[in-house]
């Protein structure tokens, strides 16, 4: 085989595109990839990689070996490249065959940990204080935000918006489902926001507005940024929006912000994608929103999701500040 061909190919995973919008590319990692990644680091638990962060790399290194070096190189092209920018990753098999005795979270654990380090690096979640966070979606909820609540929709929106760090991407990945029906994740990419024109040309477009979130969040001090940042390589706007955490300080920044939350929920061109357990989406946080649709009430509902967010590799110094 002609080195140029071996390059072209990937090794170890197999590629399609979501039924729901083609530009999600679905990454399904074989059985045999699965079943020797669990092998090589039977030895490792979420523990030790908690304590020992180079152990994160190690992991991820693992895991691009066993693909031939081609997984790491096509996640990053593919959140790179602004028209597709996100990927539904899935296993093909995971049972007591394919993980080698290690507990089904614990793998989905130390999974997403070695894709995370793959594209990047995982930003301080300074909700739980690790490079990641656990969340669980019950029935019954009394936090202070929408991210728990079961029986709304979580309104589409950008990650990071209310803390300095930079935030290339977000990883959240679905690692316990029981008695679950709703709740799809929602995406929409920039591009296809119908109305994007009409608020990217507006005089507010690129004026800093001020953020701030609740005491859950565990940040004290408030942000300041414009919803549209600057634009990427090739011009085109990339976004940077919440309905909840951005704080309007008059009523032309409020009315402006009413009614882009309010063309965002109308927009049709809303992606439904089904995350199943053991499987994760990986976006370009810039160029993607994302929410969350509600919940079909359910007495014994109960959902845990993982979320790591992230800079690329050369955007690491960017949080060192
Ligand atoms: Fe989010």
Redesign the pocket.
């Known amino acids: 085989m002609s080195t140029l061909l071996k390059n072209t190919l990937n090794i170890g995973f197999e590629l399609s595109q979501h039924k729901n919008n083609s530009r999600v590319q679905v990454l399904k990692l074989s059985k045999n990839t699965v079943e020797k990644f669990s092998k090589k680091i039977v030895d490792h638990n979420v523990q030790s990689i908690e304590y020992k962060p180079f152990l994160r790399f190690y992991l991820a290194d693992c895991l691009n070996k066993l693909t031939d070096d081609t997984l790491g190189k096509f996640l990053l092209k593919t959140l790179k490249n602004r028209s597709t920018g996100a990927i539904l990753l899935e296993c093909e098999l995971l049972n007591n065959s394919t993980l080698n005795g290690i507990e089904f979270i614990d793998f989905n654990v130390l999974l997403s940990t070695a894709i995370s380090h793959l594209i990047g690096i995982p930003n301080l979640d300074s909700m739980s204080g690790k490079f990641y966070a656990r969340f669980s979606v019950k029935n019954e909820d009394n936090s202070d935000s929408y ?1 728990r609540q079961a029986h709304r929709r ?1 309104e589409l ?3 990071g918006t209310y803390v300095e760090e930079t935030t290339d991407w ?1 990883i ?1 990945q679905k690692i316990l489902e029981v008695d679950v029906e709703g709740g799809d994740s929602l995406l929409l990419h920039v591009d296809d926001w119908k109305d994007l024109d009409k608020f990217y040309h507006h005089p507010l477009a690129k004026e800093n507005l001020q953020w701030g979130s609740p005491s859950s969040k565990n940040i004290t001090y408030k942000t300041s940024h414009p919803i549209f940042l600057e634009e990427m390589n090739d011009g085109k706007p990339i976004m940077s929006f ?1 309905d909840q955490f951005v704080e309007p300080l008059n009523i032309e920044q409020g009315l402006y912000l009413y009614e882009m939350g309010d063309s965002l929920e109308k927009e049709t061109n809303t992606s439904n994608v089904k995350l199943p357990e053991g499987s994760m989406l990986i976006i370009n946080n810039y160029c993607w929103l ?2 969350r649709d509600k919940f079909i009430a359910k007495k014994n509902l109960h959902r845990e999701l993982l ?1 790591q967010r992230g800079v690329f590799a050369e955007n690491t110094g960017d949080n060192d500040k």
């Open positions: 991210l979580m929106h950008n990650d977000v959240m919440i994302h929410g979320r």
